[in-house]
């Protein structure tokens, strides 16, 4: 196990009880993995979920009425058990569980990093090379729906730690991890699914006011801060938005929207979310 799959299920446990602090934040992106209600379907469909964690973003029970099989996939393969039983009854023959998957294919080596001694530039070389080919989990094939739940910004986070914010190959290994992360959601899904990127981009801790800030001035305060360039890197909303929409992607995906932000609150801190929904081509 390395150092960051450790601290993943260190952060679990200490948001294990955070059911009812997420309601709002649950609803939220239960009903965008939904979808829009002219479009809501039912019977023999799959959903995978990539960062389950605890499983308090997500409603089981209604995702249960539109998806024949869910797939649970994280790092913290205890944590997901643990999300899934929470939200029981209900048919276990619904869920497949994943645990301890590594979506980003550079666990092995930034697990070093972490301890404070920098990679020489042939490790690096190769970090990036694993990244760009990080094959997609095996069980995520064919499906109707899948939803990154924050997951990368977790990916993203691993790589910030381990270079640190000076590294002059952070930003190569953030944009090839951010690719790879797209290519992967979309590959996962059949013509015609949909895709859903939860996107916490800014937290309390760089904006304060997100805690206090009416809901309906959250937009606007969420636009001025991206222009204000307050967001994590690499997780500007409105880049990915665009890069969805270039190519490669343009060919395979339509009907690219993001979402309006909302507040995703934290025992220590708030984030503001927002959801990129994407369609694959026929």
């Known amino acids: 196990m390395t150092g960051w799959q450790s601290e993943q299920i260190r952060r679990n446990r200490r948001t294990r009880d955070c059911w009812d602090r997420y309601a709002a934040h649950r609803a939220r992106v239960t009903e965008l993995l939904v979808g829009p209600p002219a479009e809501v379907q039912s019977g023999d469909r799959q959903l ?5 964690g605890n499983g308090n973003d997500v409603d089981l029970q209604r995702l249960a009425e539109h998806f024949s ?3 649970l996939v994280d790092l913290d393969s205890a944590a997901v058990e643990a999300g899934w039983a929470r939200q029981q ?7 497949q569980i994943g645990g301890d998957v590594d979506c980003s294919g550079i666990l092995e080596w930034i697990g070093a990093w972490c301890g404070g001694t920098l990679p020489a530039d042939q490790e690096v070389a190769a970090c990036l090379a694993a990244a760009a080919a990080a094959p997609l989990p095996a ?14 910004s977790q990916i993203l ?3 910030h730690q381990a270079l640190g914010p000076q590294h002059p190959s952070l930003l190569p290994l953030i944009r090839v991890l951010r690719q790879r992360h797209l290519e992967q959601l979309v590959a996962a899904l059949r013509p015609g699914g949909r895709g859903l990127i939860l996107i916490d981009f800014v937290s309390s801790e760089t904006c304060p006011e997100l805690a206090t800030v009416a809901e309906a001035e959250l937009a606007d305060l969420a636009k001025e801060l991206l222009r204000q360039r307050n967001f994590f890197t690499g997780l500007n909303p409105l880049v990915l938005w665009q890069q969805l929409q270039q190519p490669p992607f343009a060919a395979q995906v339509r009907a690219v929207q993001l979402s309006a932000p909302w507040r995703w609150h934290f025992p220590a801190r708030t984030y503001a979310v927002c959801g990129l929904q994407f369609v694959k081509q026929p």
Do not use: K, M
């Open 48 to 52: 995978g979920l990539l960062g389950f």
């Open 69 to 71: 099989r869910i797939l």
């Open 89 to 95: 009854p209900f048919s276990a023959e619904v869920l």
């Open 139 to 152: 069980l995520l094939r064919n499906l109707d729906g899948i939803g990154s739940l924050c997951l990368l």
């Open 157 to 159: 986070e691993a790589a």
